[in-house]
């Protein structure tokens, strides 16, 4: 196991590479932490041709991963310690810790320890920007509920959410619902006075509802297409109305499982590149071997060879398996985008919401270099920067 407060970081002064975004050799200087300059060239002698350079995966929406828990009703420091450890590893320098549908002192908790761990860790505090609450407040019917407890779902409350932000020292950043409840847009708009991002999901809400949120000022669709109904008229429904509001941002699961393979690229398209975002939707079972576990509260979960992750004996998925690097390797594979557009997808645009995922001067030195070759199934891990240190190679 990695343990970030011992291992020796190396600090160097400049990190070269090609961009993805034009294809150009780039040299990133560094001084304390910060980006110092971008230096940009045509040629390709200096450099390792095949060396990839851009900033470090932003993941806004991570429940777990490798054993590791958040949603665990013994959550500890060491969990989120060891969880961020581990997405390091795959090239994730960001990642928002996300908290599912609970009761409501489980939350509190939590949320408690997530705090605790930031406070104890350095790194662990740069690597959390905020926590992502995905409900309560979301439609209790079976399909857009997806794998959340039915018995824990309840409307939105805006003294429950003071609650959180009391317990976590105000650390709740983004929160998920369905504007279906009558009392959504006023909770809508009191999140966004206090800048916390509202995000559309798990929802079966109209056209109606779905503006009126947008009005009141949501700006996301949490994993759009997924958290739905099974069946769904052809038109009007949730997701073409989602797809066609440009105030709002959707984030997407491209691991193969959650939209296939057509229907990623159609709402890629329609949403387009900038308005697009890249989770991964990581949860405690992935990386573990194929068979059934046992889930918060009490449910249990099949986890099968390919990495499909259900909810036993159901066909209802209940969480992602593969981490953000491959969903970027499967939309620049198999999506018809450009690796320039995928890494977009899962730096700079998800870093808007978080202040991170910027090559730039003044910029936190947050940086991957990775290979990559058309078809590849993952991106293959090379170095991680983290405020201008190297993560040792022994550790990926």
């Keep these: ?31 304390d932490g910060r980006i110092a300059g971008v230096e ?16 470090g995966l932003v993941d806004l929406q991570v429940n777990g991963y490798r054993g590791n ?31 599912i549908t609970a009761p409501e002192q489980k939350l509190l908790r939590n949320l408690e320890i997530v705090a605790e761990a930031r406070r104890a860790h350095p790194l662990l505090r740069h690597m959390i920007p905020f926590v992502h609450i995905e409900g309560p407040h979301i439609d209790p019917a079976d399909g857009p509920r997806g794998a959340h407890p039915v018995e824990h779902v309840r409307p939105p409350d805006i003294s429950e959410f003071l609650r959180w932000q009391e317990a976590s020292g105000g650390l709740v950043g983004m929160v998920t619902l369905s504007p279906h409840y009558s009392e959504a847009a006023a909770y809508i708009r009191a999140l966004c006075e206090r800048g916390v991002g509202v995000s559309i999901g798990h929802t079966n809400a109209t056209g109606d509802q779905i503006r009126s ?16 109904a099974q069946l769904l008229p052809r038109h009007p ?41 890249l989770i991964s939707d990581l949860v405690a079972h992935a990386g573990l071997p ?14 099968d060879a390919g990495g499909r992750l259900r909810v036993a004996g159901t066909e209802y998925l209940a969480g992602a398996t593969s981490p953000l690097k491959s969903c970027v390797a499967r939309v620049a594979s198999c999506a018809g985008f450009s690796l320039g557009e995928a890494i977009r997808m899962a730096t700079i645009n998800p870093g808007r919401f978080a202040d991170r995922g910027v090559v730039a001067a003044g910029k936190l030195v947050d940086l991957i270099r990775f290979r990559w070759a058309h078809g590849a199934a993952t991106l293959q891990i090379e170095e991680v920067i983290v405020q201008g240190n190297i993560l040792p190679r022994e550790n990926y």
């Design 237 to 277: 429904n949730p997701i073409w109305s989602q797809l066609a509001e440009d105030r709002l941002t959707a984030t997407f699961i491209a691991d193969g499982h959650h939209l296939p393979g057509d229907t990623l690229t159609a709402m890629l398209r329609a949403k387009t590149p900038s308005r697009s975002i």
């Design 213 to 228: 949120a947008v009005d009141a000022g949501a700006r996301l669709s949490t994993h759009l297409g997924n958290g739905i």
């Design 69 to 99: 828990d958040l949603n665990a009703d013994n959550l500890r420091i060491d969990t989120v310690r060891w969880l961020a450890e581990d997405l390091l590893a795959t090239g994730v320098t960001t990642f928002v810790p996300t908290l």
């Design 290 to 303: 194929a068979g059934r576990y046992s889930a918060p509260l009490g449910a249990s979960v099949d986890l």
């Design 40 to 55: 940009r060239c045509a040629a390709a002698e200096p450099f390792d041709s095949e060396m990839w350079l851009c900033p």
């Design 1 to 31: 196991m990695l343990r970030l407060d011992l291992v020796p970081w190396h600090v160097v002064n400049f990190f070269s590479g090609r961009d993805p975004g034009s294809g150009n050799f780039i040299t990133v200087h560094t001084r």
